[in-house]
């Protein structure tokens, strides 16, 4: 039986890890630069290391869960290195397309395999194991690793070839990002009008324009809970990795490109580590009022 590993065990990937373990029954050797997620992840009963290389050199199923694409490159080409033949590198980050597809064939020519397996879901999703997964790469290698993927989430859907997943992704969080600025959008101009922002929720959650985004969100923003079940550094990231893809492609995406705009604003604001319904502040602060 292949020997598991996890890098990157903060907000998303700690939980994940710890569902793998427990639901696995199997030892999971958990890294993370944090010594605080790698205590919480050994009373979990996960096996905690503070240096990689334990996972690359005793691991042949490894999980990534990292916040940006350098560092995904760089983990991975230290696994070619170290790690042993035959291993299989599940990346849950959310990856520029580019960077994986680059990536593949530098691992299978190392005999080792790769799946790009980004998810959705947040913290909340995380923690209940029930994220939406989307995996690209070799449909047998994706077949050999599907039940270990399941133990995170409800859904996972195989995509298509290296990169699809993350391509997949990007999809998700464009119509995500939408749904946030749309949200912070309306709530702003309601209360601006006079309107008691939590009747509003009330009103017309269950109606035409309910959407997880609105569920979840609109009762922090009118709590004033800016702590980050999803930091917007994370959604920036897959913002800028769409408009990359987009310009690579020839294309324009301009609703994605207003999105982008806003989180922009709060990353010149200082505000990029709050959670995504932050993104409220920047209306607030062009219409004169708070959401509360």
Do not use: W
Not at 94 to 111: D, H, Q
Not at 116 to 127: F, K, L, N, R
Not at 169 to 195: Q, R, T
Not at 214 to 221: A, N, Q, R, T
């Amino acid at each position: 039986m292949k020997k598991l590993g996890f890098i990157g065990m903060g907000i998303m990937g700690l939980p994940m890890a710890t569902n793998i373990l427990k639901k696995s029954g199997r030892p999971v050797i958990g890294f993370d630069v944090m010594e605080a997620s790698r205590e919480k992840f050994a009373e979990a009963g996960g096996i905690a290391t503070g240096d990689a290389k334990a996972v690359y050199e005793n691991c042949e199923i490894i999980f990534l869960c990292l916040p940006k694409n350098e560092l995904v490159e760089s983990v991975v080409s230290d696994i070619l290195v170290q790690g042993k033949k035959g291993t299989i590198i599940v990346d849950f980050s959310s990856t520029f397309p580019g960077v994986i597809r680059k990536l593949y064939p530098e691992v299978k020519a190392a005999g080792m395999s790769l799946i790009d397996s980004p998810v959705s879901g947040g913290e909340t999703g995380a923690i209940a194991g029930t994220l939406v997964v989307m995996c690209g790469g070799d449909k047998e290698v994706f077949e050999e690793v599907k039940d270990l993927i399941g133990f995170v989430g409800s859904r996972v859907t195989y995509m298509g070839s290296s990169g699809c997943g993350d391509v997949a992704k990007l999809a998700n969080n464009m119509i995500v990002g939408c749904n946030l600025i749309a949200v912070s959008e309306a709530f702003a101009f309601a209360v601006k009008a006079g309107l008691d922002p939590e009747v509003l929720f009330h009103a017309i959650k269950d109606g035409f324009a309910q959407n997880a985004v609105m569920d979840l969100k609109v009762p922090k923003i009118i709590s004033r809970d800016f702590s980050a079940s999803a930091r917007i550094a994370v959604h920036q990231k897959d913002m800028k990795n769409a408009a990359k893809l987009a310009e690579d492609m020839g294309v324009e995406i301009p609703m994605s490109a207003l999105v982008l705009n806003y989180m922009n604003r709060m990353d010149e604001a200082g505000l990029i580590n709050e959670d995504q319904c932050a993104l409220v502040k920047m209306f607030e602060q062009d219409m004169g009022i708070e959401v509360k």
